[in-house]
Nanobody, 123 residues
Framework: QVQLVESGGGLVQAGGSLGLSCAAS????????VGWFRQAPEKERAFVGL???????YYADAVKGRATISRDNAKNTVYLQMNSLKPEDTAVYYC?????????????????WGQGTQVTVSS
């Protein structure tokens, strides 16, 4: 079992950058695929991207070219770097993890979730 804690959210101006972290407690973190999702008010939770335990990354079209996901297994942490932020990136950002299963964009495939961190992009 793993517990996830996101950090790094905040208020940023459009065009700016923000780095989010997802810190995991528990053992075997290197065996988990980790996804990032976001949820804006009155909208469904949306896939942002993921990093597999192999290090392979995938991104949603909405953030492709602006987002970079990386992981440091020694620190049990996954990172989401977002550049060229837009007001429509405003949302609560969540990380999620699943072990031994190849993760994808479906949030129901993930077993563990963090509490979320708010990102607000002002125009």
């Amino acid at each position: 079992q793993v517990q996830l804690v996101e950090s790094g959210g905040g208020l940023v101006q459009a065009g700016g950058s923000l780095g989010l972290s997802c810190a995991a407690s528990g053992s075997g973190f290197s065996n988990y695929d980790v996804g990032w999702f976001r949820q804006a008010p009155e909208k469904e939770r949306a896939f942002v991207g993921l990093i597999r335990r192999t290090g392979t990354t995938y991104y949603a079209d909405a953030v492709k070219g602006r987002a970079t996901i990386s992981r440091d297994n020694a620190k049990n942490t996954v990172y989401l770097q977002m550049n060229s932020l837009k007001p429509e990136d405003t949302a609560v950002y969540y990380c999620a993890a699943v072990r031994w299963v190849q993760a994808g964009p479906d949030p129901h495939k993930y077993d563990y979730w963090g509490q979320g961190t708010q990102v607000t992009v002002s125009s």
